[in-house]
């Protein structure tokens, strides 16, 4: 009898193209963290089986036939609170980062993508669902000497306000951090929304405030 690992996490795939299952399933099994309970071609084809093996992220296509992604997505995350959910995408135009961050995704990854990067996008949505092995701590690596945080703000949010206050490019920071550009400006959203500003220098200075305060 084949004996199941129980310090595994388990992560669900949501795509219609064959070799992008494959690959994301192998990513998942080599990693020695996580262990794939389901590979689906379509959010109907999901719709029982996610639930069931009640998974701790998603992986999902951004482009799915039938059911789209982000009804899809709202709906799973009605099922099951605090599931994570990253959205695998060909597509980096902010208006469609920022449709994914309002449906609800935890994650915006970029096709292509590196082994490190999906790893870091499915440790930071199982660390943002805050239970189990969730712990931030393992997503990426900090900026060096750490420093203060805004505790609106989530531990990538506030390493992305790090590198903006420094100046950094949009590509710094993603290589800094190992993530996408597309995945900076997705945090970037969210952070705009959190201070209610529209560029990155109100954000900087109004980060700077709650630290200061």
Not at 82 to 94: E, P, Q
Request: aromatic letters at 8%; proline letters at 3%.
């Amino acid at each position: 009898m084949k004996h199941v690992r129980e310090d595994l996490t388990n992560v669900a795939i949501v795509a219609d193209n064959d070799d992008a299952c494959w690959f994301l399933h192998r990513i998942l099994q080599r990693s020695r963290e996580f262990r794939c309970v389901g590979c689906y071609a379509s959010a109907e084809e999901a719709t029982l089986e996610v639930p069931r093996t009640r998974p701790r992220a998603v992986l999902m296509s951004i482009q799915l036939p039938g059911m789209s992604s982000m009804e899809y997505m709202r709906m799973l995350k009605g099922l099951l609170p605090g599931l994570g959910v990253v959205l695998v995408s060909r597509i980096a135009n902010l208006e469609t980062i920022s449709t994914a961050r309002k449906a609800g995704a935890d994650y915006y990854l970029t096709i292509p993508f590196t082994i490190v990067q999906c790893l870091t996008a499915v440790r930071f949505t199982v660390g943002q669902s805050g239970a189990g092995k969730g712990d931030t701590s393992a997503v990426g690596q900090p900026f060096a000497g750490g420093g203060p945080e805004d505790s609106r703000l989530t531990k990538r949010e506030n390493e992305v306000m790090r590198g903006f206050e420094k100046g950094m490019l949009y590509k710094e920071v993603a290589d800094e951090l190992g993530i996408s550009r597309s995945t900076v400006h997705f945090h970037q959203h969210a952070i705009f929304q959190k201070f209610h500003v529209s560029n990155r220098t109100e954000a900087v200075n109004g980060w700077r405030e709650v630290l200061e305060s």
